[in-house]
């Protein structure tokens, strides 16, 4: 999605759809067929992918017209790839057990430093104290992706390999 998106900000690329980028659409479908057994799941799982890429076509065509790629709307892209990961994860963890949808949006708070977030350590307890437990006191197993927002709910990333 890094390279869509560095291509996009050249003005060189189509959407995500382009036959460059189909490959990464028909390796999440693959990859949610092989996860979600259900015919509800992978139908569910379809779908959700397709609205994501078609989410992401239209932000890749706005940064080709723009050609500014902000560390902001690079984590927005990347965050695609995790968002998507974790739904099929959970339609994984369905297989075999109960799973509520991921929130680690909610519980892990970065400040807004875009592609270097810094984590909000006392925000992040309180928030993790509160929605953990609802967790705990049920039979459902959560499933967290890595992406994090700012207190505004903002998309950021926290950058690779630091922390």
Not at 6 to 21: F, I, L, W
Not at 38 to 64: T, V
Request: proline share 5%.
């Amino acid at each position: 999605m890094l390279r869509a998106a560095a291509a996009a900000a050249t003005g060189k690329t189509a959407p995500a759809r382009s036959p460059s980028g189909r490959g990464c659409v028909r390796g999440h479908r693959d990859t949610a067929c092989a996860a979600g057994k259900k015919p509800r799941d992978a139908a569910a799982l379809q779908i959700l992918i397709d609205q994501k890429f078609d989410s992401l076509d239209e932000i890749l065509r706005g940064l080709a017209a723009t050609s500014r790629l902000t560390p902001r709307i690079s984590d927005l892209i990347v965050s695609y790839g995790e968002r998507l990961s974790s739904h099929i994860v959970a339609a994984a963890f369905r297989e075999r057990a109960s799973t509520r949808p991921p929130g680690a949006r909610d519980i892990i708070i970065t400040d807004s430093q875009f592609s270097e977030g810094r984590p909000q350590d006392d925000l992040i307890e309180k928030r993790a104290a509160e929605k953990i437990r609802r967790c705990s006191q049920t039979t459902r197993c959560p499933s967290w992706a890595v992406h994090r927002s700012n207190e505004a709910g903002i998309t950021t990333h926290l950058g690779r390999g630091r922390f």
